[in-house]
C-alpha cells in the first residue's frame, strides 16, 4: 500500500549573523558564579555580548561597559605565575572575570574594550600592527555610531528633575545631559559633587554649532558629538564626574532559546502573544466569591412598577377586638320628638313571639406575634402586593374573615330590630282602637 507522500521540508530562514569589533571564545565567571561558564563572546559599541555556540545569531547575556573602571591582569587562583590567559573586569557595580586560551587572546580582548570605552588605540599592550589597525578601524566605527545616538547619560528632563535624579541615586553617576531650557537644538550638562560633606550642583551649556557641539567654558572646547562632550568632562575633571546610567538590565520582551534539529544552531524565539485582559485580583482562601457580573437592561414603561402608595393613605384600619355591641335601628326617634307609626290594615295575624337575636361571636385572638399596633397600620391591598409572604397572607386573611362576620353580625342585629319595632307599633295599635278610627 502506498504511503501518503508528506509535504516538501521548507528551510527555516537563517538570520544573519551579528557583526562584532572583535570576538572569540571567551570563558566568563560573574560575582554569582561558583565556576566559568563558556562563550561565545562578541564586543559591538560598549556591549559584550554572548551565545551559546558561534553559530546563534541571539544572545544569551550582555555585559555594559558604560560603567567601565578598568581593567586588570589577574593570575589563577593559588599560582603566583600569571599563564597571561585571565583577566579582570571592573565596573562600577561589579568585578568579572575572563579566562581566555592565549595570552595573544587576552590583549587583544584588552585593547578592544579600551578602544571602545576611551575613544583611543592603546599603546601599552603587547600588539601587533595588524592588531592596531584593527582597533583603529574599530575606533572609526564607533566614533560614527555614537555620533548618531544619544549618550547613554543622556535623559529628557529639566533641570529641577535632573538634580533631584543626580540627588536620589548617588550611587548612578554624577553627570546628566539633558535638553537645553533655550530650545536651540543644544544640550546642558548637570554635575552634582560633594565638598565637605555639601553638596555643590553646577550647570554647563553645550551649543549645536552645525555638526559640531560647543562647550561654553572659559575656554569653548569643539567636540564632534555628545559622547565626546562626555568624555571631555571625565577626562578633564580626572574621573571624578562619572556618566549618569540608571540600572535597567532586565528586558521587557519573554523569549527563548530554541535548537534547530536539523543544523544544530540556535535560535532565540520571541513569542508575540496578543495582549489579553487579565482575570481579577485573586480571592484569598476561604473568602466568599464575587458573583458573576449582571447585565443591566433597560427597563421598557409597561414593565415598571406602579408607585408606591403614601404610606399615610389608602390603608384600611382593620377591626379591633372589642366584644360586638347591640346596634339599634338606624330609624330611631329622637326624644324631643313623638313619632306614631301608622301601621298598615291587614288581617290580625297570630302572635309570633320573636326570636331572640343569636349572641355575638367572640372574634378568634390574634397571634402572639402580632401586635395591636402592627394590626392597625397593615393595610389588606398593600401587604397582598408588597409583601407576599406566608404569614402576613394568613394576618390578612384572618382580618378579612373578621370584616365579614362583623358584617353578618350587624345585618342580623338590624333585622332583628326592625322586627321588635314593628311588633311594639302592632301592640300600640291593638291597645288604641280609637287612633284607627
Known amino acids: ?34 565556576d566559568y561558564k563558556r562563550f561565545w563572546a ?23 561597559l558604560g560603567t567601565f573602571v578598568k581593567l586588570t591582569d589577574e593570575a589563577p587562583w593559588g599560582s603566583s605565575h600569571d599563564p597571561g590567559t585571565h583577566f579582570n573586569l571592573v565596573l562600577r557595580n561589579q568585578e568579572i572575570k575572563f579566562k581566555v586560551d592565549s595570552l595573544e587572546s587576552r590583549e587583544m580582548w584588552k585593547g578592544f574594550i579600551l578602544t571602545v570605552v576611551e575613544l583611543r588605540v592603546p599603546s601599552n599592550l603587547t600588539l ?26 543622556f535623559l529628557k ?3 529641577l528633575e535632573a538634580q533631584l535624579l543626580l540627588e536620589r541615586y548617588p550611587e548612578c553617576g554624577n553627570l546628566l545631559l539633558r535638553p537645553s531650557g533655550a530650545g536651540t537644538g543644544g544640550v546642558s550638562v548637570t554635575t552634582r559633587q560633594t565638598l565637605n560633606g555639601t553638596p555643590v550642583v553646577r550647570h554647563y551649556k553645550v551649543k549645536h554649532e552645525g555638526p559640531k557641539y560647543v562647550i561654553d567654558v572659559e575656554e569653548p572646547f569643539s567636540c564632534a558629538s555628545l559622547d565626546a562632550v562626555v568624555n571631555y568632562f571625565v577626562s578633564h575633571t580626572k574621573k571624578a564626574l562619572v556618566p549618569f546610567l540608571l540600572d535597567e538590565d532586565y528586558e521587557k520582551v519573554l523569549g527563548y532559546v530554541e535548537a534547530d534539529t536539523e543544523n544544530g544552531e540556535s535560535l532565540w524565539v520571541a513569542p508575540s502573544v496578543p495582549a489579553v485582559p487579565g482575570p481579577g485580583p485573586t480571592l484569598p482562601a476561604g473568602s466568599p466569591q464575587q458573583p458573576p457580573p ?32 347591640d346596634y339599634v335601628n338606624g330609624d330611631v326617634p329622637s326624644p324631643g320628638r ?33 401586635t395591636g399596633g402592627l394590626a392597625r397600620k397593615l393595610a389588606v391591598s398593600s401587604v397582598q402586593a408588597f409583601f407576599p409572604t406566608t404569614g402576613l397572607a394568613d394576618v390578612t386573611a384572618e382580618l378579612e374573615e373578621k370584616l365579614q362576620r ?32
Not at 562578541?42 to 555594559?64: A, C
Open 406 to 437: 362583623r358584617r353578618a353580625l350587624e345585618h342580623s342585629a338590624g333585622f332583628a330590630g326592625d322586627q321588635r319595632a314593628n311588633l311594639r307599633a302592632w301592640h300600640v295599635s291593638q291597645a288604641n282602637p280609637s287612633s284607627q278610627n
Open 42 to 64: 562578541g564586543l559591538q559599541g560598549r556591549t559584550i555580548y554572548f551565545y551559546n555556540s558561534n553559530r546563534d545569531s541571539q544572545h544569551v547575556e550582555k555585559l555594559d
Open 1 to 34: 500500500m502506498a504511503s501518503a507522500l508528506s509535504p516538501p521540508r521548507v528551510p527555516k530562514p537563517k538570520c544573519a549573523l551579528p557583526s562584532h569589533y572583535h570576538e572569540s571564545f571567551l570563558e566568563k565567571k560573574g560575582p554569582c558564579d561558583q
Open 294 to 325: 449582571i447585565s443591566i437592561m433597560p427597563v421598557s414603561s409597561q414593565d415598571k412598577l406602579p408607585p408606591l402608595l403614601n404610606p399615610d393613605e389608602n390603608y384600611v384600619i382593620p377591626i379591633g377586638d372589642a366584644p360586638a355591641a
Open 157 to 159: 528632563v529639566s533641570r
Open 338 to 370: 313623638l313619632v306614631v307609626l301608622k301601621p298598615k290594615k291587614c288581617p290580625p295575624a297570630p302572635k309570633v313571639q320573636a326570636k331572640p337575636p343569636k349572641p355575638p361571636i367572640a372574634p378568634k385572638p390574634e397571634p402572639k406575634g402580632l
Open 128 to 153: 601587533l600592527p595588524g592588531h592596531l589597525y584593527m582597533m583603529a578601524e574599530a575606533l572609526a566605527k564607533e566614533e560614527v555610531r555614537r555620533s548618531l545616538e544619544m549618550p547613554s547619560c
